[in-house]
């Protein structure tokens, strides 16, 4: 079976330039979540979706920070204007069905490095 | 409030050593479950266990055990005869209500 995918694996940008992540859940998954990771502030949920609806995105950094899930197999953060803040390791995460159960499978991250 | 606390940033072991990695957690529901994932230097999270807040039975997994203690509120893991490649971050989590809280991790490294 296929993981969670996620695309590009690596992208290094210009400030001021958009950055668009993409992920594929697993299939069957309902419940999609990003995170991002720094070496400053560790594993950061940005926001979470249940059924492709948004639950949670108080992690959401600020207005240049927006995903979307326009359907069960697909998602993408996007950041417009990137800054060098910006960098970091972003990871998405699919889990199964159910208020609680259920582990995270997490794709293998995209590196953005925003010069 | 962290809802999880990893309390060890950092912890290093010589190669055969067992270590014990701390993890406690804060939660109001009669229903979680609890997480352990593992990032190696390569970058992906790996994950290794789950548990449901009713089965407080110690689980074992080769040199891999976990002790669960509701009394505590800890969510131990513990690496016998520890091996290089064990070195990592050790993440503990917790999924109340959907979401998933994670530690701050605990870096290992095991020294040949």
């Known amino acids: ?115 | 409030a962290q809802k999880v606390t990893q309390a060890q940033t950092e912890i290093s072991v010589v190669e055969k050593e067992d270590v014990t990695l701390d993890c406690v957690y804060e939660t109001r529901d009669t229903t979680y479950y609890l997480f352990w994932y593992k990032q190696p230097p390569s970058g992906e999270l790996v994950f290794l266990i789950r548990r449901n807040s009713f089965d407080e039975q110690n689980e074992i997994s080769g040199r891999y055990s976990w002790n669960f203690q509701k009394s505590t509120s800890s969510f131990n893991f513990t690496i016998t005869a520890s091996q290089v490649v064990d070195s990592a971050v050790y993440f503990c989590a917790l999924r109340e209500m959907g979401q998933f809280y994670f530690g701050t991790g605990t870096s290992l490294t095991v020294i040949p």
Request: glycine share 8%; proline share 7%; aromatic share 10%.
């Open chain 1, 1 to 115: 079976d296929a993981g969670v995918i996620q695309s590009p694996r690596h992208e290094v940008t210009e400030m001021g330039q958009e950055v668009t992540l993409r992920c594929k859940p697993i299939s069957g998954h309902n419940s999609l979540f990003w995170y991002r990771q720094t070496m400053m502030r560790g594993l950061e949920l940005l926001i979470y979706f249940n059924n492709n609806v948004p639950i949670d995105d108080s992690g959401m950094p600020e207005d240049r920070f927006s995903a979307k899930m326009p359907n069960a197999s697909f998602s993408t953060l996007k950041i417009q204007p990137s800054e060098p803040r910006d960098s970091a390791v972003y990871f998405c995460a699919s889990s199964l069905p159910g208020v609680n159960t259920g582990e995270l499978f997490f794709g293998e991250g995209s590196r953005l490095t925003v010069l």
